[in-house]
Nanobody, 115 residues
Framework: QVQLVESGGGLVQAGGSLRLSCAAS????????MAWYRQVSGKQRELVAG???????DYADSVKGRFTISRDNAKNTVYLQMNSLKPEDTAVYYC?????????WGQGTQVTVSS
């Protein structure tokens, strides 16, 4: 049963922008803080940004001031607006719960930033 579906990735030049979306099942979304994570092949998955049900956010130092996480509780969707992208932002981006045991990971969405 698919619970998390990410979309919106692509190829962009350095300095460009992308907006990622993650659709979650209602039972997950309504009961959890959500987060975006990213993973580069061969490296550990890392937290990018999180948002509570009430809208409190936190960010990795590497993306502060460039990325913005938001959620639409009516649509059970969490977003990641990425501006001023850098080549080091290249990764597969995933969404999942922010705290506790992660759910089964979705397929992710590839973000590639060219220099």
């Amino acid at each position: 049963q698919v619970q998390l579906v990410e979309s919106g990735g692509g190829l962009v030049q350095a300095g460009g922008s992308l907006r990622l979306s993650c659709a979650a099942s209602r039972s997950i979304f309504s009961n959890n803080a959500m987060a975006w994570y990213r993973q580069v092949s061969g490296k550990q998955r890392e937290l990018v940004a999180g948002i509570t049900r009430g809208g409190i956010t936190d960010y990795a130092d590497s993306v502060k001031g460039r990325f913005t996480i938001s959620r639409d509780n009516a649509k059970n969707t969490v977003y990641l607006q990425m501006n001023s992208l850098k080549p080091e932002d290249t990764a597969v981006y995933y969404c999942n719960v922010r705290f506790g045991t992660n759910l089964n990971w979705g397929q992710g969405t590839q973000v590639t930033v060219s220099s």
